[in-house]
């Protein structure tokens, strides 16, 4: 029994497991009566009406139990109850507070907690607004958290079927047969956890998985009010509060987005802000059918058009968040995203697919019921209509959405097209360069449209102004283009012409919300938001066509840098610089010198590595830009092996200087240098050291170093030494000697780490009165014996990037805002 074991704390756990039970019974119960309530609106409004009061009271409790689980686990965190698996698994007693949050989301288990109390705040909101398509929109969002909260239910069907995984597992039941825990003092031996994830100690980490994990939690309103407006057969009712719940999911959404590039970009060390790496296509992908059904959505607002493929878009926005959670957390793409999910893979494979086939049967009937009732116009749109284009851009997006999940998907379809063809399809090799080259027509499509389609009228745009105001905003835009390519060097063709359509969104943004709309606030949503987007698209150009490598090998050393193909080695290597201590190596205009690393200090791995960059001029020789950066390395991480590095980042308003390191010495195992022995007696006898002198300046029996504790019986000394280097005094240094009881010596050595030096005051020689001379042992760091590898790479105008995309969401926000405040009109010209 529990009772035998000393030292567990099982109050918090089971109080956890008794609110996720609620909390699946609640939502079950709420999803039933919401059901119930549509079901009896025509035929008995009365009981309908008490349907809702009981869906409405079962969503709340579900509510306030998914809180009550958070503050559970919270606590079995914050207090190191390293008895519960969760807690040993994602935390450690050396982790700092501010870092706490992030075990919720590390772990399977609490990512969705997370996902499933953004839906309970959110179905809170739309269970107040949604005044007559409340019923359907919460019978449909209490049904997706029925299915949420199994994921945390933890209930076994005998053997071998498992219901999801709860956080509150012990650990002696999730490691059974482990010889400790059949002691009933296992705890005395279980004093620390296994520790955060080191790549996800950084304070985006905190702060990217809430925002990311609300634009997913939000594609599930636009969903809810599309299936609600299919299910009662109301096609104008949804439509307003369709559309601003979609502005708010893109802004959100494309936030959380970006905010993984911007934690990727300072804490991890593939060398940038976007790899294409599965998650990151995984969160990309319903982002980009969001924006598409938004727009078709505005598209059925102003004319009646496009309302099929809306309804298409918008559920398969949704039906794509779950299936991205099924392709990074079941484990079936491999170990190829560095920030994917931890966690029992193989047991969610088939809960995921059951839960994806629940709701895809769903929409999928709706629709086939629905599909002839819907309406549409079925006359073709005139090519020159704003929403012929806007129709073709939602098209491109799609498309592009598509494209990025058929190939981040290869490890899924390989096995059934090897059945079919006898060829096993494998991912590309290089994904970077695979999907720039199809993405930038993408980017070049809508990045032309989404300035063009602003200047056009619904149904019909009088061609002689149009092709005015085009020409003029294509004229400065092309001056523009042409004098960015000029100046950055791009010569590539499609990448010129990705510049131009940027440079013409820019141009045309601007023009359209000064000339056409005459500032007026309230209406510049579309144009801001669009005016961000290019920015982006430049942002995005500038910043990766003229990244470059100014750690370039002078070395010729070849390195492993585990590349799949030896021509990736060779070229990895190339842009990798050996920096040995206090040796100045030239890197583009700066001298870049290694002078030196922190302690590791108890079980925190973390070594910071000191990397000093000076820039001179040609001709008069003074220094005009100097820093310091300090890329930080995990070293053995979680009980591993090798090394995990965190860039260090200098910004400039024009470029970024971005470093990492790949490898460094252990200085444990190489430093091969010795003591060497240096009398004086005088002030100003000189010891002489490796690129550098010391000046002996006297003795002194005041000694008032911090390290320093007098004990009695205690006659301290002092020697004060000065280190020279070529440019002048570094440091005084300050070894002491101590003569303990008359008895015994022992002594305190000081240090210049930066210059490898450690100075020992190893002796006192009375010769006469007059007459001392001291032993002072010095030690120098052969530099040899420590060094980095270093990867420095320069990212052209990255800034242009971080400022598109708070246009971009800004711009969402205004047309929210004018949304909000405005009534919905039902045609507009």
Not at 357 to 382: F, H, Q
Not at 615 to 632: A, G, I, N, R
Not at 709 to 715: A, S, T
Request: glycine fraction near 8%; aromatic fraction near 14%; charged fraction near 15%.
């Amino acid at each position: 029994m529990d009772t035998q074991f000393i030292g567990e704390h099982l109050v918090p756990g089971q109080l956890g497991h008794f609110f996720v039970i609620t909390s699946f019974v609640a939502s079950l119960f709420s999803a039933f009566s919401y059901f119930n309530s549509v079901r009896t609106e025509q035929l008995n409004p009365m009981s309908s009406r008490w349907w809702q009061v009981l869906g409405r009271g079962g969503f709340l409790l579900h509510s306030v139990s998914v809180i009550s689980i958070f503050i559970a686990l919270f606590y079995i965190i914050e207090h190191h109850l390293f008895e519960y698996h969760y807690a040993w698994e994602h935390s450690s007693l050396t982790l700092p507070p501010k870092f706490l949050l992030s075990c919720f989301w590390e772990g399977q288990e609490g990512s969705f907690m997370l996902w499933t109390f953004w839906h309970c705040v959110l179905g809170l909101i739309v269970m107040n607004t949604a005044k007559v398509l409340e019923t359907r929109t919460m019978a449909i969002i209490a049904l997706v958290q029925v299915c949420l909260a199994t994921m945390i239910l933890g209930f076994y069907f005998g053997p071998d079927i498992k219901i999801g995984s709860t956080p509150f597992i012990l650990l002696r039941h999730s490691m059974q047969g482990a010889p400790i825990f059949s002691m009933p003092n296992y705890m005395d031996f279980v004093r620390d956890g296994n520790g955060l994830n080191v790549l996800l100690q950084n304070y985006w980490m905190v702060i990217h998985p809430p925002v990311l994990f609300l634009g997913f939690a939000t594609t599930l309103i636009p969903f809810a009010f599309c299936l609600a407006a299919l299910w009662k057969g109301d096609y104008t009712t949804f439509v307003k509060p369709t559309i601003a719940w979609s502005l708010f999911n893109g802004a959100v959404l494309g936030t959380g987005i970006m905010m993984g590039g911007a934690w990727a970009y300072e804490s991890l060390n593939f060398g940038g802000y976007w790899a294409w790496d599965p998650v990151e296509n995984a969160s990309l992908v319903p982002w980009l059918t969001l924006i598409g059904g938004l727009h078709t959505l505005l598209v059925y607002r102003s004319t009646g058009r496009a309302l099929k493929v809306t309804f298409i878009l918008l559920l398969l926005t949704h039906l794509l968040v779950w299936y991205s959670t099924f392709l990074t957390r079941t484990g079936i793409l491999g170990k190829t995203s560095v920030h994917a999910f931890t966690g029992d893979g193989q047991a969610l494979y088939y809960h995921l697919i059951v839960v994806m086939a629940v709701l895809l049967a769903l929409t999928i009937a709706t629709l086939v019921i629905r599909w002839k009732s819907i309406p549409g116009i079925k006359t073709e749109e005139k090519t020159l209509s704003r929403e012929f284009w806007m129709f073709i851009g939602s098209v491109v997006l799609f498309l592009s959405s598509l494209q990025i999940a058929l190939t981040t998907s290869i490890p899924v379809w390989a096995p059934l097209a090897k059945w079919i063809t006898g060829k096993d399809p494998a991912p590309p090799t290089d994904s970077v360069k695979y999907y720039d080259d199809i993405q930038v027509f993408v980017a070049i499509i809508v990045g032309l449209l989404s300035a063009t389609v602003l200047y056009m009228k619904y149904k019909q745009t009088e061609a002689k102004q149009l092709g005015r105001r085009l020409g003029i905003t294509a004229v400065v835009a092309l001056a523009m283009a042409v004098f960015i390519g000029w100046g950055q060097k791009i010569t590539t063709w499609q990448y010129d012409i990705m510049l131009f359509a940027a440079c013409y969104g820019i141009v045309a943004n601007i023009y359209y919300g000064i000339i056409v709309q005459k500032f007026n606030f309230k209406k510049l949503g579309p144009s801001v938001s669009h005016l961000g987007f290019a920015t982006v698209l430049l942002g995005i150009l500038l910043s990766s066509y003229n990244k470059h490598a100014i750690s370039l090998s002078t070395t010729g050393v070849p390195m492993d840098f585990g590349k799949k193909t030896p021509q990736e080695n060779a070229k990895e290597s190339s842009e990798n610089e050996i920096l040995f201590h206090g040796i100045p190596v030239a890197m583009d205009d700066y001298m870049a010198t290694y002078i030196g690393d922190s302690d590791v200090a108890g079980k925190d791995r973390r070594i910071y590595y000191k990397v000093h960059f000076e820039k001179k001029d040609p001709v008069s020789h003074k220094v005009v830009d100097e820093f310091m950066l300090y890329p930080d390395a995990f070293i053995n991480p979680k009980g591993q092996q090798g090394l995990t590095a965190n860039p260090s980042t200098q910004h400039y308003w024009d470029h970024d200087i971005f470093t990492y390191i790949n490898s460094a010495s252990d200085n444990s195992k190489t430093d091969t240098s010795s003591y060497q022995s240096h009398l004086v007696s005088k002030p100003g006898d000189t010891l002489f050291v490796g690129n550098g002198y010391m000046v002996f300046n006297g003795f002194s029996k005041d000694v008032n170093d911090p390290r320093y504790k007098r004990e009695e019986g205690d006659l301290p000394v002092k020697a004060t030494l000065k280190m020279y280097d070529v440019d002048g005094l570094v440091r005084e240094l300050n070894p002491i000697y101590i003569l303990r009881n008359r008895q015994y010596v022992t002594y305190m050595e000081d240090t210049l780490k930066e210059k490898g030096i450690y100075v020992r005051f190893a002796n006192l020689n009375v010769v006469s009165k007059d007459s001392v001379t001291a032993d002072i042992m010095v030690r120098q760091t052969d530099p040899k014996d420590d060094w980095i590898v270093l990867k420095a790479l320069v990212f052209p105008f990255i800034n242009v990037l971080w400022l598109g995309i708070f246009v971009m969401v800004f711009g969402f926000f205004i047309s929210l805002g004018d949304l909000l405040i405005r009534p919905l009109k039902a045609k507009e010209s």
